[in-house]
């Protein structure tokens, strides 16, 4: 990856408004980088979420795009997190798939394309979240008029990786 385009809890503006708090890193990348799996885990969620254009080809809705979820056990205290990848323009694994560390998972998606969610720039929006999971999709950003007590579930995804030695997952 090239580097961080947009930081963990960074407060995003697009289109002239507030979008919300940043859960994870972007990481500029162009398309069909290939991105592996942080470690061993098991796919809980792998699907395209597109953006959508209007007839005249105006953005009406940005989203993730291609999205996988990865259940991990942390080592050192059992405890369940989960890695997030977003825009992915191809996904090479599906929800029940075991996965190990290093493993191909899926390639960067195509700036403006549905699989990349209908974004400007090719990246990786990669997030850490360790709270309850309700086997459903789970948010890039954090909005005002949520409940402020979830922030605490995401974290740093560079940080967190330091702190765990993913070879024993």
């Known amino acids: 990856m090239e580097k961080i385009s947009s930081s963990f809890q960074e407060r995003n503006i697009f289109d002239k408004r507030f979008w919300g708090i940043h859960l994870g890193i972007d990481m500029d ?12 885990g098991t796919v809980v969620y792998s699907k395209l979420h597109p953006g959508e254009f209007s007839a005249d080809e105006k953005i009406l809705k940005r989203n993730w795009g291609g999205i996988v979820i990865i259940a991990h056990k942390n080592i ?6 989960y890695s997030l990848y977003g825009h992915l323009g191809k996904r090479y694994v599906k929800k029940g798939d075991s996965v190990e560390i290093g493993e191909l998972i899926g390639m960067v998606g195509k700036s403006m394309t549905e699989s990349n969610g209908i974004w400007e720039d090719e990246h990786l929006h990669f997030a850490i979240y360790d709270g309850p999971y309700h086997a459903k999709v789970l948010p890039g950003y954090y909005k005002r008029y949520e409940d ?6 995401w974290k740093e995804p560079l940080e967190f990786i330091k702190k765990y030695n993913p070879q024993y997952m």
């Open 76 to 81: 050192k205290n059992r405890k369940v997190f």
């Open 29 to 40: 990348a162009p398309a069909e980088t290939q991105v592996f799996s942080i470690g061993r």
């Open 148 to 153: 402020i007590e979830k922030l605490k579930y």
